[in-house]
């Protein structure tokens, strides 16, 4: 007996900025969840020094590695995207790259500055793609 595994043609929309901040909200409570627990296991050498402690740069290198890494697995999302049925994918339909999820990473405050200025002004923004999704080259879909 042959088995033969065809890929459904079902077509996801973009999913919207507010489904994608929520999902964006959960990813963060669980990072500075983690982040809580090793801040508070963890001895500084300055307290007096908030932002600028050694263990800041291990926090972002653990983001990093959060964001990129969920983002390339097989499920194609972080924890946030996958519970609200969230993917990343590039314009054929495909898992995206960990370069691509780091371009992701790195650019996301941008976006954050640029979606604030349209918010403040009141400029509305018809396209449901961001600016690290355009430079990335990927897509944020709902299923």
Known sequence: MQTIYTQSKHRSGLASLSTRLMAFGLDVLLLLTLVGIVDYFTFSSNEEVFLLKPERFLFVLLAWLYFAGTETCPCQGTLGKYLLNLRVITP????IRFRAATLRFLLRPISALIIIFQFITGYGHSSRRTFHDKLA?????AE
Not at 92 to 95: A, K, L, Y
């Open 137 to 141: 080259g990927t897509r944020v879909i």
């Open 92 to 95: 054929n339909g495909e898992r």
